[in-house]
């Protein structure tokens, strides 16, 4: 059967769904794998806390909407942020057909102090270990991003990504322990690293207990070359 035409007889007249965008930001903070949330000003689903996002303006890439929305709802700017999956089942937003691009982001600890904004009544950081009950479906979201960030630490510089500038070897082996759930033996972990000459020696050293520990950088151009499958298979 043929589809209706609009008036202009342009296209098929058909019911449009809304584009939102949903961003799912870690963050390691000591040893816990930490998650950005927001608790919703507004219905629906008001007082849950929520991932930030929202609607994607006409006017707007879906990458701008996405940085975007973290910075009005949580004001954390700068985060490195690359698409996820869509979600898109009917009946996941009561208020119409919405469909999702979820994006996944990371950002070290020292950049992570959120305000909130918008239509956000709070924002904070969540242990991925004991999160509140999730507006819309925001679990299956964050289930997606956790397991997909386990994945891209393996073979990306997703990692490095999640400390600050200069960090120490012990920090940075912290960094991979804390998001693969997995411990790794010293003098291995350190041996793979100064052999896939992904860091360098910044200069200087991290004083407080016990000996001072050397302090390391990202080498430059690491991030288009770095293949941490060679660090962990």
Sequence with gaps: MAADVDPKGV??????????????V?????RALQVLLIKRRSPPFQ???????????IDESLDEAAHRELAEETGITGA???????????????????ISVAYLGVIPSDRANVVAGDDASEAGWFSVQNLPPLAFDHSRIMECAIQH??????YTDTGLRLLPELFTLSELQAVYETVLGEEFDKRNFRRRIFQSNIVEEAG????????????????????????????FP
């Excluded at 007249?13 to 939102?20: D, H």
């Excluded at 007082?47 to 303006?57: K, L, R």
């Design 11 to 24: 296209r098929p007249a058909y019911s449009l769904p809304a584009v939102t965008v949903d961003v799912v």
């Design 26 to 30: 870690f963050m390691v903070r000591g």
């Design 47 to 57: 007082g849950y806390w929520a991932i930030p996002g929202g609607f994607v303006e």
């Design 80 to 98: 490195y942020l690359e698409q996820l999956y869509t979600f898109g089942d009917p009946g996941r937003d009561p208020r119409m057909r919405v």
């Design 149 to 154: 960030l386990r994945r891209k630490i393996r």
């Design 204 to 231: 200087g050293f991290r004083t407080g207990e016990g000996r001072p520990a050397k302090l390391y950088r990202c080498r430059a151009g690491i991030q288009n070359e770095v293949r941490v499958t060679r660090l």
